[in-house]
């Protein structure tokens, strides 16, 4: 990784119908302390800045020169839309837009233009119905850098939680835990919460799939046939790790006390307690990626789009962890 004097993250505002481009323009009124670049149509923010009442100026980004981080100002690297846009209103015409845009933020990554992307919410349902497979910025992340594996966490203050499996139905999630994915999963967890969040030695619950945790095999049998197993060659190796336990258990205050991360087999077995907890105030975490990558917990509001009601707080968390992560992968790499 390039070595700057601050980090200089590529966001995405997303969905260019939805609340991202109003979160992006509300936060950039104010001094920052790392460099941000913006990954969009200027056209697209200087329309919402005026809807939004705000005031804004758009200089273009240069690999050579140093970014703006002041108040009001904001460097971009331009990506044009394919038709004009209303905030609130979705056009399908307008999803290779949002690819691109995330194309472009992943490939500066790589290319060492930028230390962290930072994603807006983009809107699987129109994508999808334009014809592109999508199923989350997750999967494809994992695509465009070439990694095998990833693993997603969203965190919030005192409580992150990572996922087995990602966006599937609940009918493919048990086949789908299997010795091998749950080892290279609970690898990428344990090597990214020393090396992108400076923890030397993390303690990580792991939640059983079934009831009880299996109820000694009488609810299912994945915990003894494949979870256990896989915990205890990993604790062999030095891993911290708690469990299986049942996950109406994991998340009680006195597990969590000395628990670093929490690691659920399936979406919504660990995210509606993260989000109860701390919705709003919660970033998404692409673990196991060659780049760092940080993303709101929310959608893409577009009821709210250009009524400027919209919270910025979880973008304003999700370039905080990035800088912490970009931050802690700098001196890891330097040690």
Partial sequence: MQIRNRPRFAITPGEPAGIGPDLL???CQAAREEEWVAVADPALLESRARILGLNIELEPFRTDAAVTREPGRLSMLPVPLATEVTPGRLQPDNVRYVLQTLESAIDGCLDDHFDGLVTGPVHKGVINEAGVTFTGHTEFLAERTG?????????????????????????AVAAAIT???LTDTLNILDDSLRNRFGLARPRILVCGLNPHAGEGGHLGREEIEV???VLDALRNRGMDLVGPLPADTAFTPGLLADADAVLAMYHDQGLPVLKHKGFGRAVNVTLGLPIVRTSVDHGTALELAGTGRADTGSLLYALEVARQM??????????
Avoid: F
């Fill in 326 to 335: 970009a931050k802690n992968s700098s001196s890891a790499a330097a040690d």
């Fill in 147 to 171: 990694t095998r594996q990833v693993v997603m966490m969203l965190a919030t203050p005192g409580l992150r939680v990572a996922l087995a499996t990602t966006h599937l139905p609940l009918s």
């Fill in 179 to 181: 010795r091998e994915s």
């Fill in 227 to 229: 979870i256990e197993p």
């Fill in 25 to 27: 323009l509300r936060l």
